[in-house]
């Protein structure tokens, strides 16, 4: 097993290699010659800016399933660089995270709910989930459906499940909040933001939510008289 503190400087030289010339393929193949995923993890977790951004970057590329919560932790990394590729790997990671069939299935899905065909891509949802029960991006997708054809207690079970199996998708957790929301339940909203907000520091839109949120419930305090 390969330490955290060898070949570091090979990690940073493929980094700096990859910067130079934007070929993923080079660089994903010298760090799989001499890194396990685990050694990148614990780079991400413990090593200098400059390892932590490639170990990110690599894990992207070379990573499973296993590698989520370490991705979603580095989301909130001190070093902006560290998040904004660590928010990168960490989607892509979730996006393939099934057998090569279940992520074209998924493809798919995403692209109708993009336009916004949530008929079509809840019996494609359905199906998917039935044969990769474990696929969380297959639940947030079946969620967004549901969301769309505004079945909000579906969307709202859709959206746990997606959680149950990856809880650091932040995404599921705003989009919770906005179905909390609408179900009137303003608390609850909030606290799915506020695990939303943990996990990615940066998503403005979630605070602009936040926001909104909290004005409505001093509105509603005022207007009983509560203020």
């Not at 990168?88 to 074209?104: G, N």
């Not at 054809?149 to 199996?165: K, P, V």
């Not at 606290?191 to 936040?210: F, K, S």
Request: aromatic content about 8%; proline content about 2%; some cysteine.
């Amino acid at each position: 097993m390969t330490t955290p503190l060898v070949h570091t400087t090979r990690l940073a030289a493929a980094y700096r290699r990859y910067l130079q010339t934007a070929n993923s393929c080079r660089f994903a193949h010298e760090v799989d010659e001499y890194y396990t995923p685990s050694t990148l993890m614990v780079l991400l977790q413990r090593g200098e800016i400059e390892q932590r951004r490639a170990a990110a970057l690599a894990l992207g590329m070379l990573g499973d399933h296993r590698c989520l919560d370490s991705l979603g932790r580095a989301i909130s990394n001190d070093d902006r660089g560290v998040r904004l590729v660590a928010d990168d790997s960490f989607r892509a990671v979730l996006i393939r995270d099934a057998a090569p069939l279940h992520h074209q299935q998924l493809l798919r899905v995403m692209h109708l709910n993009d336009g916004a065909e949530y008929a079509a891509a809840l019996s494609l949802s359905l199906i998917l989930i039935e044969h990769a029960p474990t696929y969380s991006e297959a639940h947030h997708q079946l969620a967004i459906c549901w969301h769309g054809l505004e079945d909000y207690e579906r969307a709202e079970r859709s959206y746990q499940a997606c959680l149950w199996h990856c809880r650091f998708h932040y995404l599921a957790w705003q989009s919770l909040a906005k179905i909390r929301f609408l179900r009137g339940d303003m608390e609850k909203s909030l606290q799915a933001l506020d695990h939303c907000l943990d996990i990615n520091p940066d998503l403005e839109t979630a605070r602009m939510q936040r926001r909104l949120i909290r004005r409505r419930m001093r509105q509603s305090d005022s207007g009983n008289g509560l203020t």
